[in-house]
């Protein structure tokens, strides 16, 4: 059945945590406070996520295995978006795929995203256009004409304004349905219609180092992490890498692993057992517990009692 609801969020975890069709971390990039507001409406097959988000950010993840998904901005002149170090204007579409990627965006960030199972999308491409949706390489982007993305963006916007004022038309079938069919119309348009911009060799070459940057510290979650050691294991010269994450992640490979490091003790503190932990969460016999002692000049406060310098993550938003 055809629903659609508002969130709003203060904390990252459960803002990445109400994404449908992908699976991320997501990383706040510079100090304030966390605030995004996520509209989502799910038409049967197809699903539509519109967003804003105040901070600048960081995020790593894959679309489900059986989604068929595209990202896009969706306000005009607002700061690009960087896509797995590609540069993404409000006029593009990124083709999204289970592969490893990395998203990052400026403050006041608005953009949308639509998906389909994989299945559905062939079909109605084979209805649409005579064949199947054209394999396209991983990690490419869409530049449709400008006709036809306005003519999506508009849809989008309209279908997000309706489930923010008055939703229960979104819950009526026969709306649901012919809302439905000229999104996945106008989508199957711009995808084999639209100029495609595909990786360089240069472009492949980083991606296949980020993504054994991000599998050594996914096999190495609970230890300190040193970069001349990440270096040799992942084969990498140091300047390399740098270039990479800055690239890829807007920052060098410190201070990424720093923000990593913070966000993963914050999650490990909202969800310790309050019984058998600290009164903020987390045992300092634990693997992140001892993590939290190496972070001053805060540590004092996560690994004992509560004080004024601290406040309990389960009560509050995160302020980065």
């Not at 969020?9 to 304030?32: I, W």
Request: contains cysteine; proline residues 8%; charged residues 20%.
């Amino acid at each position: 059945m055809p629903w659609s609801r508002v969130l709003s969020f203060a904390d990252p975890f459960a803002y990445q945590s109400a994404f449908r069709s992908v699976d991320v971390e997501l990383f706040p990039t510079a100090k304030g406070k966390f605030r995004a507001e996520l509209t989502q409406v799910n038409m049967n097959k197809l699903w539509i996520h519109g967003a804003h988000e105040d901070l600048p950010r960081v995020y790593s993840g894959a679309v489900k295995p059986n989604r068929a998904a595209i990202g896009f901005l969706t306000r005009p002149n607002q700061p690009a978006m960087q896509h797995c170090g590609m540069e993404v204007l409000p006029d593009d579409i990124i083709i999204n795929d289970t592969d490893l990627m990395y998203r990052r965006t400026e403050a006041n960030c608005d953009w949308g995203s639509m998906s389909l199972p994989k299945d559905d999308l062939d079909a109605t491409c084979r209805v649409i256009s005579g064949h199947e949706c054209a394999r396209s390489p991983p990690k490419h982007l869409v530049r449709p004409a400008p006709d036809l993305m306005s003519r999506l963006l508009n849809i989008h916007e309209m279908v997000g304004q309706l489930a923010k004022t008055t939703p229960d038309i979104l819950s009526l079938p026969e709306v649901a349905r012919a809302l439905e069919q000229e999104l996945t119309l106008v989508m199957i348009r711009c995808l084999t219609e639209g100029k495609s911009s595909e990786m360089t060799a240069g472009g492949r070459r980083h991606d296949m180092i980020i993504a054994r940057f991000e599998e050594f510290l996914e096999t190495h979650p609970d230890q300190p992490l040193y970069l001349t050691e990440i270096c040799a294991a992942i084969g990498v010269a140091e300047r390399t890498l740098r270039v990479v994450c800055e690239e890829y992640l807007g920052m060098g490979p410190i201070r990424y692993l720093s923000l990593r490091r913070m966000h993963l003790v914050r999650r490990a503190l909202l969800r310790a057992d309050p019984t058998t932990a600290t009164p903020l969460g987390l045992p300092p016999t634990t693997a992140f517990g001892s993590l939290v002692g190496s972070l001053s000049p805060i540590a004092p406060c996560l690994a004992s009692r509560p004080c004024n310098r601290c406040v309990d993550p389960r009560t509050s938003g995160p302020h980065f």
